[in-house]
């Protein structure tokens, strides 16, 4: 079964739950003061993940100084 990682909103505890995939969709109450857990992904998966998107953006447009994709002040 996978691990999941769970941070509490209410008091930042960080805890780890072996849970099927139906329980993780559900969350996850905190063991300390019972308030709701928000699931965390794997800081390795969503760094990577935000990090494609920031390139391929930026990538995309090719001209630097407006946010125009190509225009006549950039000559492009
Ligand atoms: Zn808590």
Redesign the pocket.
Request: glycine content about 8%; proline content about 8%; hydrophobic content about 15%.
């Given at each position: 079964m996978p691990i999941y990682e769970y941070v509490?909103?209410?008091?930042?505890?960080k805890f780890e739950l072996l849970c099927s995939l139906n329980r993780a969709s559900e969350g996850a109450s905190?063991?300390?003061?019972?308030?709701a857990?928000e699931r965390v992904l794997s800081t390795f998966v969503s760094r990577s993940k935000s990090d494609s998107g920031l390139t391929t953006s930026i990538g995309g447009n090719p001209c630097s100084s407006c946010s125009a994709i190509s225009c006549d002040s950039c000559n492009l």
């Open positions: 509490c909103s209410e008091c930042g505890l905190c063991p300390r003061c019972h308030n857990a």
